[in-house]
């Protein structure tokens, strides 16, 4: 099922985005394991079920079990991270950056897969959750070991569609 079926069960007003799941995930200029481990840790990161399971079982044709399950990492980890940030930044007291998260991080240092693609995967999370201070770490990391612009846009694309995905399935369960 996966892209499929989640392109068969968007609303009509959605058919913009039905038609962008196939030209990001469905054709993206990363590779298949960046693509897909994008789509997969946004899928995560949207928190639609239905949305989730689809693309799930659609990457992990894609992925490795390893990186299914760095994918997930990547999403849960950003979780708290975007939250723990974000906060620190908005707050505006310059205090709170130099105080020490005390946070366990461990999986961002042996994620399991290539580090460039668990950063990918972290940026993606971090757009979809608005966390501009991780956007720009992971981006400057990126981009520091060798990854492109375009990239860097291309996750950027996969997560704004898949996130729009779950915002168009929660939208036709909560009316129908």
């Not at 020490?100 to 042996?110: G, N």
Request: overall charge negative; proline content about 3%.
């Amino acid at each position: 099922m996966g892209l499929d079926a989640v392109k068969a069960a968007l609303p009509e007003y959605a058919k913009d985005i039905k038609l962008n799941l196939g030209s990001t995930v469905g054709t993206s200029t990363l590779r298949p394991e960046q693509g897909w481990g994008t789509a997969l840790a946004c899928a995560v990161a949207a928190r639609n079920g239905e949305l989730l399971r689809e693309i799930a079982e659609e990457a992990a044709a894609h992925l490795t079990p390893e990186a299914v399950e760095a994918a997930k990492g990547a999403a849960t980890i950003m979780a708290m991270n975007n939250v723990y940030y974000r906060a620190k930044h908005l707050i505006g007291d310059e205090q709170y950056a130099s105080m020490p998260a005390r946070l366990r991080m461990q999986i961002i240092a042996r994620p399991g897969v290539d580090k460039g693609d668990f950063e990918l995967w972290c940026l993606a999370v971090s757009a979809i959750t608005g966390c501009g201070v991780c956007l720009e770490s992971h981006e400057k990391t990126l981009r520091a070991t060798g990854f492109t612009r375009e990239q860097v846009h291309e996750a950027l694309r996969i997560a704004a569609v898949v996130h729009a995905a779950a915002v168009a399935l929660d939208a036709r369960a909560a009316l129908a």
